[in-house]
């Protein structure tokens, strides 16, 4: 359970021979059975974080195959860092082996890296950590990938670009020679990297100007109005520079500032915004064959009486079957109590990214806006008439001071034509900054939601982007929001549909939340079951935990 917890995800704990160092290879932590019981606890919360953290993703574990000593210097300053990503949910044991000096000196798994490979560093492992086995997660990575049937795109593979071979120091050297004309188109020389650089099509956060600036509404720019109760979400540390944004009203929250390792207290305001209507026709939502993976989810046990079976006698039931035994008739055999899964428990939150990068188009011969409404419009409408509690907002930005969120549909509105005319009028533009948006929707399922077990599903094409919002900033603070919402017992899950955007750039803005990239509508009903219940089981586990 707890390595579950640490992870976000569904972990076993297996044996392995005396002696031999933990390791894991995503799904399950193997440890030493003949070590101390503390000893053997430290081991598996520091693969658990490992995997939590983000730091044994197949790229990255793939500069580690056959480098040993690299591998080694790795783990000595990833292990400190991704145990202090977790540092609220670890026993006071294992927190106290957190190296806080080193932990400072890298705020990524690619920072470490490049740390580990540098002549001058020079520290190791305390023995607790174990090790890594690049091979044995490989392996692990590569069944998985077979299993899921192509549904999430993948990028040709290619190596490292010259610089950061450099980095990596000698040892990366040893495998990787200067190889210029090999398979010049898509291969991995120089030549090869620069055309397929010059021919690539997948967006990436790091492109030439701003995501969605050439879209007509990107420019769009509307005033801050309009009132909310104002929240924040649970951070820590306080900069004496950062203040709330000047003039705006609405809910504050705070923001992750990855190069500082702190907290902007109250940095961005979330104002929600009335939707505006447009004369669009309701949108018709399409039945993708989504009631049925989505039947099963949430549901809540209810004590049910005249059961045929059941672990109790319903007293009454059986007074009334005895009477009716006395008087001659046959008695109704009816006469337990049972404890049901058959009452829903569950209230969604749905965010629909409508920023500008959405207006570009997609994989399927529609925009990304056009596709990723559709899928929501599926979504909402299944959940829905299942019985669940369910809200759809819509967001943008326009700086700190300017996320705004449009109320499609409330948790006590009606999914009717109406809303359904609001999701069809909404038009993208401006930008996305997505940390902001996740914890207001977190906030509104926690304090709104009125159930048990709750769900928060971002519908985006990744492209986290805002004024001072930039690339791994913003990728940081999207991926400490999910976190957050995680810890407090919300289940996230991060939809991308019919968007190019590079699998890689997904996965640092997702981390470790469930997510997956879906070119067509129609491959939505295949992978959402199981992506919907790992979110939800993630959550239970932290729950319990807390």
């Given amino acids: 359970m707890l390595a579950s917890a640490l992870s976000g995800r569904v972990l076993t704990v297996a044996e392995v021979d005396a002696g031999e160092p933990a390791w894991t290879d995503g799904k399950t ?20 974080c490992l995997l939590s953290a983000g730091s044994l993703e197949p790229d990255l574990v793939r500069r580690l195959n056959r480098r040993r000593a690299l591998a080694a210097r790795y783990l000595a300053v990833e292990g400190h860092r991704a145990l202090a990503a977790n540092a609220e949910l670890l026993p006071p044991a294992v927190a106290a082996l957190v190296d806080q000096h080193l932990a400072a000196r890298t705020d990524s798994p690619a920072t470490s890296m490049l740390l580990a490979g540098s002549r001058e560093f020079a520290a190791t492992a305390p023995s607790v950590f174990g090790a890594i086995r690049p091979r044995k997660i490989l392996s692990q990575s590569g069944s998985s990938d077979s299993r899921q049937g192509g549904m999430a795109h993948q990028p040709r593979r290619q190596n490292g ?34 055309v ?66 702190s907290y902007r207290q109250n940095w961005c305001t979330v104002v929600e915004m009335a939707p505006k209507v447009d004369g669009e026709p309701p949108l018709c939502p399409v039945d993708y064959g989504l ?9 809540g046990l209810d004590r049910y009486r005249r059961q045929d079976q059941g672990d109790d006698i319903d007293i009454d039931a059986a007074i009334e079957a005895r009477t009716e035994l006395l008087a001659g008739s046959a008695p109704d055999e009816a006469v337990y109590l049972d404890s049901l899964r058959r009452r829903r428990d569950l209230s969604v939150v749905i965010l629909l990214d409508v920023s500008g990068s959405t207006a570009e188009p997609g994989s399927a011969g529609q925009t990304v806006h056009a596709a990723q409404r559709a899928a929501t419009a599926a ?25 705004h969120v449009t109320p499609v549909k409330r948790f006590d509105d009606a999914l009717d034509a109406r809303a ?54 913003g990728a940081a603070d999207a991926r400490r929001a999910l976190a957050e919402a ?16 590079d699998v890689e750039e997904l996965r640092q803005v997702f981390g470790s939340t469930a997510h997956a990239t879906i070119p067509r509508l129609d491959e939505l009903s295949r992978v959402i079951g199981p992506l919907l219940r790992t979110a939800l089981r993630s959550a239970d586990l932290r729950r319990r935990v807390a």
């Avoid at 030493?32 to 503390?38: Q, V």
């Avoid at 990596?168 to 398979?183: I, K, R, V, Y």
């Avoid at 879209?215 to 820590?236: I, L, Y």
């Avoid at 995680?486 to 955007?501: E, P, S």
Wanted: net charge positive; glycine share 14%; proline share 4%.
């Fill in 196 to 261: 397929a650089k010059m021919l690539e099509v997948t967006r990436r956060i790091g492109g030439n100007g701003p995501p969605g600036a050439d879209a007509p509404t990107h420019k769009t720019r509307s005033g801050v109005r309009g009132g909310a109760t104002a929240v924040s979400s649970a951070g820590v540390g306080t900069l004496d520079d950062d203040h709330a944004a000047n003039g705006a009203t609405g809910a504050t929250y705070h923001e992750w500032d990855v190069h500082r390792r």
């Fill in 29 to 48: 932590v193997f440890i030493d059975p003949s070590s101390e019981a503390s000893r053997q606890l430290a081991a598996v919360a520091v693969q658990a």
């Fill in 379 to 403: 979504l909402a409408t299944a959940l829905h008439e299942l019985g669940d509690r369910l809200a759809l907002y819509a967001f943008h930005s326009q700086g700190r001071a300017a996320v």
């Fill in 161 to 194: 670009s010259p610089a950061e071979l450099d980095d990596l120091g000698d040892e990366a050297a040893e495998d990787t020679g200067p190889d210029m004309f090999s398979s010049p188109v898509g291969g991995s020389g120089a030549l090869g990297r620069m």
């Fill in 486 to 501: 995680r810890r407090r017992g919300t289940g996230c899950l991060c939809l991308t549909i019919g968007a190019a955007t």
């Fill in 291 to 299: 009631r049925r993976p989505l039947a099963r989810l949430g549901v």
């Fill in 420 to 473: 359904m005319t609001r999701l069809h009028s909404l038009k993208p533009g401006a930008y996305s900054r997505l940390g902001a948006a996740i914890r207001h929707g977190s906030n509104i399922a926690e304090h709104r939601g009125g159930t048990a077990r709750r769900l928060l599903i971002v519908v985006s094409d990744g492209l986290a982007y805002d004024h001072g919002y930039e690339r791994a900033y």
